[in-house]
């Protein structure tokens, strides 16, 4: 098992530009969860999908949105980026009954300039 | 969610056992305490989690105190790997669980 995976790795973008983060899981996890690191601060939690074809929004949702494609695939789209969003954005899954055990990948380093 | 309050840094030398505190005053009955780490950069790890009773796996021992206002999670043999940020975290459970991380308490373990 791979895992959770999320590419890209890094990515540097211009203010105003878009992009498409994605973040796969191969566990059969029902729940997934997009959050974001600025740094020396905790993780926030951006968007989350209890299953599939379902998502809500977290903590800082705004200037974000999100697809939930299939049960695997939950991508984070940044529709015209800003300097705020510069920050390590990591993906999350959760099997159920899992009593919060959330998996984690290893994050996507994003700068806007 | 209740709110934690951690240390901001600790040492500990290696070999010897890591006591990282945690005060969730406002905890309710139905909220359990989780901790996670996040070693340097990477994704955070889940390491332990409880809600009245001390619980024991391979990473980690989790003490609850009785008022279930406080814990500590212990680190019985800390090596240097065990460096990282330890979040303590605490949740309901249920369906896509929201859980809010803190600043967390920083772990140095010397040598």
């Known amino acids: 098992n791979a895992g959770v995976t999320q590419t890209p790795k890094f990515q540097v973008l211009k203010t105003g530009q878009s992009m498409t983060l994605q973040c796969a899981q191969d566990?059969?996890?029902?729940?997934m969860y997009w959050y974001r690191q600025d740094p020396g601060m905790g993780l926030r939690l951006i968007y989350y999908?209890?299953?599939?074809?379902?998502?809500d929004k977290g903590e800082v949702p705004n200037g974000y949105n999100v697809s939930r494609l299939n049960k695997r695939e939950f991508s984070l789209r940044l529709e015209s980026a800003a300097p705020s969003q510069t920050s390590v954005y990591f993906c999350?899954?959760?099997?159920?009954?899992?009593?919060?055990?959330?998996?984690f990948g290893p994050g996507t380093r994003l700068t806007v300039l | 969610d209740a709110k934690t309050t951690q240390p901001p840094s600790m040492d500990c030398a290696e070999g010897r056992a890591a006591n990282l505190p945690c005060n969730h005053s406002t905890i309710s009955g139905n909220e359990y305490v989780y901790w996670y780490r996040q070693i340097h950069s990477q994704g955070p790890q889940y390491i332990i989690h409880g809600l009245k009773n001390n619980e024991t796996n391979e990473m980690a021992s989790l003490i609850i105190t009785e008022d279930r206002k406080s814990s500590t999670l212990i680190l019985p043999h800390a090596t240097l790997r065990d460096t990282a940020v330890y979040y303590c975290?605490?949740?309901?459970?249920?369906?896509?669980?929201?859980?809010?991380f803190g600043t967390g308490t920083r772990l140095q373990v010397t040598l």
């Open positions: 999350a899954s959760e099997p159920p009954s899992s009593y919060n055990e959330q998996f």
């Open positions: 999908s209890a299953s599939e074809g379902t998502t």
């Open positions: 975290i605490v949740s309901s459970t249920g369906t896509a669980s929201k859980l809010t």
């Open positions: 566990m059969n996890h029902n729940s």
